[in-house]
């Protein structure tokens, strides 16, 4: 089993930023992919981002590209996002996702956090 914790989310004005953190416990070393997802108010789940586990590969929901980052520190066990010149439509919850398939971009998860609130003023 893998424990998937989120932090970081808040309200903030448009045009800013705001960095999600997520951190994994558990069986780490069975993880092959993280990923962050977010979920409107009457909107389906949507992909943000993926990040490989142990290569230095991402991907991006194409809409987001360019204002979003995912990275890891598997030091840490784990996995951030850098969400920068936020809108009000990237208000949702945000959740982190971990992986052990082996496909790419990732096709389904094994974990997943709580969620964490992001509102975006405007």
């Known amino acids: 089993q893998v424990q998937l914790v989120e932090s970081g989310g808040g309200l903030v004005q448009a045009g800013g930023s705001l960095r999600l953190s997520c951190s994994a416990s558990?069986?780490?070393?069975?993880?092959?992919?993280m990923g962050w997802f977010r979920q409107a108010p009457g909107k389906e789940r949507e992909v943000v981002a993926h990040?490989?586990?142990?290569?230095?590969?991402?991907y991006y929901a194409d809409s987001l590209k360019g204002r979003f980052t995912i990275s890891r520190d598997n030091t840490k066990n784990t996995v951030y996002l850098q969400m920068n010149n936020l809108k009000p439509e990237d208000t949702a919850v945000y959740y982190c996702?971990?992986?052990?398939?082996?496909?790419?971009?990732?096709?389904?998860?094994?974990?997943w956090g709580q969620g964490t609130q992001v509102t975006v003023s405007s």
């Open positions: 990040i490989k586990w142990i290569a230095r590969v991402t």
């Open positions: 996702a971990a992986g052990t398939t082996r496909t790419w971009p990732p096709s389904a998860y094994d974990y």
């Open positions: 558990g069986r780490t070393g069975s993880i092959d992919n």
